[in-house]
């Protein structure tokens, strides 16, 4: 599936490659009428989850927002400053629009608070793979590994934040993920106009986590 | 809701420690529909530890000691409450100056960092990070680092880096690190997100600073709180000189640390009108990405701007718009979430000067008076000599801080000539 971020002003949970392709596409032109243009335009041939950030949502209408989320194919939001405290009422508006309002759970979140956002969360669960902001990173830490296996939920296990190759990919799914979630070096690529590197990669992420998968599957029989 | 709130606005040094424990349960993160804690899951936790470290230490005696012998011998608390004659003379009315330009520094903002840096230590913490406008905030955080030796980290836009060499330099001087900030609109709001960035990945051992009482729960209260010793002193001092009240309390609001600061001491204080003086910049209206102006109390809108729920300058998409104001410390599309409250709930009445206002307010005190005034503080200034009838028979002006920063500024805007 693929996210697609609504560029922010102010993306305070991104890194410098992230904040810069948000400034190059609001001084494009990029808006939230023109967001919703584009995925109606692509909803057809993949999946779509939102990203962005919760003042372009307020700014637009909490209904009428995950509405259009609805309208144009955007299956679930994801919203990194909502923190399972403030989401109530955008959650409202996503169930009534039938759209699902992802939650993220942090390296630093105590057990206890894993559960209650668990609780709260639809679509999948979203591990942010380390502190910090969105980027991508040479390692993958062993607290990443330790955070999959701590989350028990019967929703899917998505984990972002850091994971830039099919290598690391395949590491998460190896260590009990559901999806690996790739972005900065996704919009690094499509910032220098590469889009057979950008397709490439895409490629040998995707089969490092088939592999990884079947190879656990296979383990488990 | 107003009753409870108004009851909530007692301070660390009037021993209110029963009530200081009911209204910083760690649950009561909001103003009316203001404020909260819209940040990335990776703040919470550390948020919530500095939520309940502030609200045990600012009952222990041990701390409220230190923080005690710091604010008087370091800083140079209580500062006077000074009756301008001249000022008076000219309004017509007695025109009383909080002298916050008199604190080390030259500015009120080393109140808060005193004690957010002493909280920073007892947590363990070894860094301390700020943000930084015009680089008052950075001074004091880079003054306050080296007294405490804690490493300080100042996040600072370039563009500012390039408008306030002088305090860049002061900085470093006192053993702070500036760095530049060259992302978005390269100013105090983007420094803020760049902070709040490093604190997401360095919580364990960093504190971040955070300078006005904007921000996320536990910021905006405990920066009011660590500000409100402004307001108990004026209240003290102005009962004694006067034996009443006063009609007025008139203060600049860029994120509203100082404003906050003085008006807490008279919260409770119905009769006493409490007036925030934004900044008019250059008018009222918005370009595309800028906006003429910093006055978000009077006309911004509803918006979620650096964790919290608030009144923000921001375009029809929710894009948030750069602000302008010749005081830099005024030039912030945001304000803190407890006064957007207060003036919602009629307690605060919104004001606005604007750059000429500013200007005439810095020269009328210094040949007045003889006090340069900082640009910040001559909004206020420039306020009461625009309308002196708002501010009834006495009132006090929070003068928070001093002038000599801005005279290159001053300087510059009347091409060479006048100063």
């Known amino acids: 599936m693929v996210e697609l971020g609504l560029p922010h002003s102010d993306p305070i949970a991104d890194g410098p490659v992230i904040q810069a392709a948000a400034m190059r596409a609001i001084e494009a032109g990029m808006n939230t009428d023109v967001y919703f243009d584009v995925a109606s335009k692509i909803r057809a041939q993949v999946p779509l989850v939102f990203m962005g950030y919760y003042n372009m949502i307020l700014r637009r209408g909490l209904e009428k927002f995950a509405g259009d989320c609805a309208d144009s194919g955007i299956t679930g939001l994801i919203v990194p400053d909502l923190p399972p405290e403030e989401t109530g009422p955008l959650r409202a508006a996503c169930e009534k629009a039938e759209v699902d309002l992802i939650s993220l759970v942090a390296p630093n979140t105590p057990p206890e608070r894993i559960s209650y956002i668990a609780e709260g969360s639809s679509g999948f669960l979203y591990l942010v793979a380390r502190a910090g902001v969105t980027g991508a990173r040479a390692d993958l830490q062993e607290s990443t590994k330790a955070l999959i296996e701590r989350v028990k939920t019967p929703l899917p296990k998505a984990v972002g934040f850091g994971i830039s190759t099919p290598e690391q990919a395949a590491e998460v799914i190896r260590a009990g993920a559901d999806g690996a979630i790739v972005g900065s070096v996704c919009v690094d690529l499509i910032s220098k106009g590469d889009l057979a590197g950008l397709e490439d990669l895409i490629r040998r992420m995707k089969a490092a986590i088939l592999e990884a998968v079947a190879v656990e599957a296979a383990g488990r029989i | ?419």
């Not at chain 2, 990070?129 to 600072?156: F, K, P, R």
């Not at chain 2, 910093?294 to 729920?309: K, Q, S, T, Y």
Request: aromatic share 6%; charged share 25%.
């Open chain 2, 1 to 419: 809701m107003r009753a409870e709130q108004i009851r909530s606005d007692d301070h660390i040094e009037m021993g209110a420690d029963e009530d200081l424990m009911k209204i910083t349960d760690a649950s009561m993160t909001r103003f009316g529909r203001f404020g909260g804690q819209f940040v990335p899951e990776t703040l919470m936790q550390p948020l919530k530890e500095l939520a309940e470290a502030y609200s045990r230490l600012k009952v222990d005696p041990q701390f409220r000691g230190e923080l005690s012998a710091l604010l008087s011998n370091y800083a140079g608390r209580p500062t006077p409450l000074y009756l301008a004659k001249s000022l008076s003379r000219e309004l017509s009315r007695k025109v009383y100056l909080k002298r916050e330009d008199l604190l080390h520094g030259g500015a009120h903002k080393l109140n808060n960092v005193l004690g957010q840096a002493l909280v920073a230590k007892t947590m363990g913490k070894t860094r301390l990070i700020a943000e930084t406008g015009a680089g008052q905030h950075g001074v004091a955080s880079a003054m306050v680092g080296a007294n405490l030796g804690l490493d300080t980290e100042v996040y600072m836009g370039e563009v500012d880096i390039e408008r306030q060499k002088m305090n860049v330099y002061r900085m470093e001087l006192l053993g702070a690190r500036v760095i530049p900030v060259r992302s978005g609109s390269r100013t105090l709001k983007d420094a803020i997100n760049e902070a709040m960035r490093d604190w997401a990945g360095s919580y364990e051992t960093t504190h971040y600073l955070m300078g006005t009482v904007a921000g996320p729960h536990p910021y905006p209260l405990m920066v009011r709180e660590l500000q409100s010793i402004i307001g108990t002193e004026a209240r003290e001092q102005i009962l004694k000189a006067e034996g009443r009240l006063p009609d007025s309390v008139a203060a600049c609001v860029g994120g509203g640390s100082n404003a906050m600061g003085i008006f807490s001491g008279f919260l409770q204080d119905e009769a006493t009108k409490l007036i925030a003086v934004e900044a008019g910049g250059r008018g009222t209206s918005s370009g595309l990405k800028i906006a003429d102006h910093g006055a978000c109390l009077n006309l911004g809108e509803d918006g979620v701007l650096h964790g919290a729920m608030t009144k923000i300058l921001q375009d029809p998409y929710g894009q948030i718009l750069e602000s302008y104001s010749l005081a830099a410390g005024l030039d912030y599309p945001g304000v803190g979430p407890e006064l957007a409250h207060l003036v919602e709930v009629g307690r605060v009445t919104p004001a606005i000067a604007d750059d000429g206002a500013a200007l005439e307010g810095f020269r009328r005190l210094s040949v007045l008076e003889g006090i340069i005034p900082a640009l910040e503080s001559a909004h206020a200034v420039g306020f009461a000599l625009k309308d002196p009838e708002a501010l009834g028979e006495i009132a006090i002006i929070n003068l928070s801080g001093r002038g000599d920063k801005d005279l290159a500024t001053v300087m510059e805007h009347e091409g060479g000539e006048g100063i």
